[in-house]
């Protein structure tokens, strides 16, 4: 599996989403700029002292990630507040990428313009704007590691 923050911008929320990682096996992408540095010590804290158990890429742009999962023949999802299907009615593999925006601003237009179908979301109530990064990637990966009967894991 593979985790992408687009354009992160709290410390200790890519810390708790690369502990994640590392728990589960799965690959973190990080897609520039970046709201921190890699070795920001608030980033490194959350993280513990998992780091060298997690695979960080990091790239330039989404458009850059993208071109990875066309190349690995993989699929892409985009987990969005503006999606109409949940993150459960998605079949998950092993190879799939689970996308997810910076923490004020979510994913840009043009990718919910350009990958409507592959878009989801996780229910909420109306009165909320949204859930944490980590907390909804964490959701997220163990759902398709589930799915999957937890390959890997203990």
């Known amino acids: 599996m593979h985790v992408v923050l687009f354009e992160p911008q709290i410390p ?3 810390g708790n989403v690369a502990r994640t990682c590392a728990a589960t096996g799965t690959v973190l992408h990080l897609v520039r ?24 890429r990091v ?11 066309e190349r690995e023949a993989a699929r892409a ?8 299907r949940r993150y459960t009615d998605v079949r998950y593999a092993e190879k799939d990428y689970l ?16 990958h409507r179908n592959q878009s ?14 980590s907390n909804t990637v964490a ?7 589930r799915q999957q009967d937890f ?3 203990e």
Do not use: C
Request: charged letters at 20%; glycine letters at 6%.
């Open 12 to 14: 200790p929320n890519t």
């Open 33 to 56: 700029p970046l709201g921190f540095q890699i070795d920001d010590s608030s980033l490194r804290r959350a993280g513990v002292d998992y780091w060298h158990l997690v695979d960080i």
């Open 59 to 69: 790239h330039d742009s989404l458009s850059e990630v993208l071109d990875e999962v």
């Open 77 to 84: 999802y985009f987990f969005t507040k503006q999606a109409t």
């Open 99 to 114: 996308i997810f925006g910076k923490e004020t601003t979510g994913l840009p237009p043009w990718v919910h313009e350009q």
């Open 120 to 133: 989801v979301r996780m229910p909420m109530g109306q009165a909320m704007r949204s859930l944490n990064l």
């Open 139 to 145: 959701i997220a990966i163990y759902e398709a590691l």
């Open 151 to 153: 390959p890997g894991l």
